[in-house]
């Protein structure tokens, strides 16, 4: 699997289990929503991921995006 397919898997499982932690146990768990959102954001325009960074260096395949 490649940086760009781990890194959008990575947002949606966060996304998905933020999401599930506001609902059932506080609503400050939609901080780490706001900052998952916000750093796929960034990274759309920069090309700047932090976890790109790191699979990078863990060994991952090169994407498109984050190569």
């Known amino acids: 699997m490649s ?3 781990l890194v959008l ?3 949606g499982v ?3 289990a933020s999401v599930a932690l ?3 146990h506080h609503a400050n768990w939609m901080w780490l929503t706001i900052f998952v959102g916000a750093n ?3 990274a759309a325009f920069t090309k700047f991921c932090p976890l ?3 699979l990078k260096k863990a060994g ?3 994407g498109e ?3």
């Open 3 to 5: 940086i760009d397919r």
């Open 9 to 11: 898997a990575f947002a």
């Open 14 to 16: 966060f996304i998905l």
């Open 22 to 24: 506001t609902h059932f």
């Open 40 to 42: 796929l954001l960034q």
């Open 52 to 54: 790109a960074i790191m």
């Open 60 to 62: 991952a395949a090169p």
């Open 65 to 67: 995006a984050f190569g």
